[in-house]
């Protein structure tokens, strides 16, 4: 299955696993950008939980950059390879 989604979500991981440069990873990057990308899309649901029906349509920017940030750190703590959540993290 997880095989499957890395070929699903190659065009977002590919960027992150390239290159043949030495990367510094640590396995609790990989539980803190978990961590994050559950907050982060936690933080988003909530926030259109709270967006009153007849709001603005701009008030849903935030929603969709907190989702969208939270998403993308979940896919890559998920199935990303080390290289991908050592450049996640600056890769120092």
């Known amino acids: 299955m997880k095989n499957a989604l890395r070929k699903i979500f190659a065009p977002l991981?590919?960027?992150l696993e390239s290159g043949t440069e030495p990367y510094h990873y640590k396995?609790?990057?990989r539980k803190i950008l978990l961590f994050f990308g559950?907050?982060?899309v936690g933080l988003g649901a909530l926030a259109a939980w709270l967006i009153p029906a007849d709001?603005?349509?701009g008030y849903y920017f935030p929603v969709v950059v907190f989702i969208l940030a939270g998403s993308y750190g979940l896919l890559?703590?998920?199935l990303g390879e080390d290289r991908?959540?050592?450049k996640i993290w600056g890769n120092k």
């Open 13 to 15: 991981l590919n960027g």
């Open 27 to 29: 396995p609790l990057s």
């Open 38 to 40: 559950v907050i982060f």
């Open 55 to 57: 709001a603005d349509p």
């Open 76 to 78: 890559v703590g998920l």
């Open 84 to 86: 991908a959540v050592a």
